[in-house]
């Protein structure tokens, strides 16, 4: 059945970089792309951007621009999200969530489990 | 960018009621790219509806949405007990891509 499964909890100091990983299974990797989600702690939900696992295009919601990069690694059908220079207001469950293939503009059909990310000194 | 506002925040019901969520866009969602998404305490997101009315697979047809342009509904028809849960929007017409606030459906 289709799966994503993200990392563990990472708790992180401002300044750092975390790097969450999305392993999905299932289904052709290939054939779709990533988004990633944030949630803060009793909060909503926030689009950070969008990856394909086709071509490697991205497409970075603007807040993020500069600080996050998303990637794939086909050859372990995973995806990747690192967010730099983290501040407090970053803690935050990190989802990854499967989405069309040659376009951000898509829905989420599947997601992963999410990641607790804090951020603390 | 198209800013989402769901509104009740929170709407308590009992089972079996029937549920209207509320979700008004900025500005118009174009090409019907609206859809909801349920999330209960501790699990990721579930799609429901995509299209503004088309049930996702698996989603039972008490789940249903409809609206256009700035306004847009999703309807519980009668509420079972594993339907409280907190239920956003999202558009997905133009980049960034946007939720809504979110309301929250409590057993009263």
């Known amino acids: 059945q289709v799966q994503h499964v993200q990392s563990g909890a990472e708790v992180q100091k401002p300044g750092a970089s975390v790097k969450v990983s999305c392993k999905a299974s299932?289904?052709?990797?290939?054939?779709?792309?990533f988004t990633w989600v944030r949630q803060a702690p009793g909060q909503g939900l926030e689009w950070m951007g969008w990856?394909?696992?086709?071509?490697?295009?991205?497409n970075y919601a603007q807040k993020f621009q500069g600080r996050v990069n998303m990637t794939t690694d086909t050859s372990s059908s995973t995806a990747y999200m690192e967010l730099g220079n983290l501040r407090s207001d970053d803690t935050a469950v990190y989802y990854c969530?499967?989405?069309?293939?040659?376009?951000?503009?898509?829905?989420?059909?599947?997601w992963g489990q999410g990641t607790l990310v804090t951020v603390s000194s | 960018e198209i800013v989402l506002t769901q509104s009740p925040g929170t709407l308590s019901l009992s089972t079996g009621e029937r549920a209207t969520l509320s979700c008004r866009a900025s500005?118009?969602?174009?090409?019907?790219?609206l859809a909801w998404y349920q999330q209960k305490p501790g699990q990721a997101p579930r799609l429901l509806i995509y299209?503004?009315?088309s049930r996702a697979i698996g989603i039972p047809d008490r789940f249903s949405g409809s609206g256009s342009g700035t306004d847009f509904t999703l309807t519980i028809s009668r509420l079972e007990p594993e339907d409280f849960a907190v239920y956003y929007c999202?558009?997905?017409?133009?980049?960034?891509?946007?939720f809504g606030g979110g309301t929250k459906v409590e057993i009263k």
């Open positions: 969530a499967r989405s069309p293939r040659r376009t951000a503009i898509g829905t989420f059909d599947s």
């Open positions: 299209g503004v009315s």
């Open positions: 299932g289904y052709t990797f290939t054939n779709y792309g």
């Open positions: 990856i394909s696992a086709h071509n490697g295009d991205t």
């Open positions: 999202q558009q997905y017409s133009t980049s960034p891509l946007t």
């Open positions: 500005q118009s969602v174009s090409s019907r790219y």
